[in-house]
């Protein structure tokens, strides 16, 4: 075994033992086995195939710093909190909130709210006064017959045809 592959087989187990730290004995045992089973694993696969130890220490090295986030959130995982904490800490939130419900209660009561007419939506999105010289058309006279709702024109019928011109001219 070259000194670069036997540095990071060193420092995997290293890190594994870092990470596992404080943990109960059975786990952070069982941790370091499945560690250390993926290591000889990795090893003898990549002796069979031909890998230099150089390249299989260069490989181990980057498996090392691109597992750091996947370990440290399996050792988030492992983490066991106590029932009653648990409870604890619920009551103090719950009491938290209501100090918070009853201060906010009490400062805002003496806050007036500022008093608003409806808004105008029509004003808002077309600001444009209307002139107030021009008089609205009034509307066409509407004949009813039988249901049926007919528009008569108040526009003046259309002038006459032109009298014909003679075809001898």
């Not at 000889?40 to 990549?46: G, S």
């Not at 409870?87 to 805002?108: D, E, F, N």
């Not at 008089?135 to 259309?158: D, G, K, M, W, Y």
Request: proline share 13%; glycine share 4%.
């Amino acid at each position: 075994m070259s000194p670069a592959l036997a540095a990071a087989i060193g420092l995997v187990r290293g890190w594994t033992r870092l990470y596992t730290a404080g943990m109960e004995p059975d786990a952070r045992t069982e941790r370091c086995a499945e560690i250390d089973s993926d290591l000889w694993e990795f090893h003898e696969d990549a002796r069979r195939r031909g890998a230099t130890p150089t390249l299989l220490a260069l490989h181990m090295a980057l498996r090392l710093v691109l597992g750091i986030r996947h370990d440290l959130v399996w050792r988030a995982e492992q983490v066991r909190v106590r029932a009653p904490l648990v409870q604890k800490a619920l009551w103090v939130t719950a009491a938290a909130s209501v100090v918070l419900v009853w201060w906010l209660a009490s400062t805002l009561q003496g806050v007036e709210a500022p008093r608003m007419a409806g808004i105008n939506v029509m004003r808002l999105l077309y600001p444009i006064k209307p002139v107030a010289s021009v008089p609205t058309p009034p509307l066409p006279p509407i004949e009813f017959a039988r249901f049926n709702v007919r528009f008569v024109s108040l526009l003046p019928p259309p002038p006459p045809p032109p009298p014909p011109q003679p075809a001898w001219k």
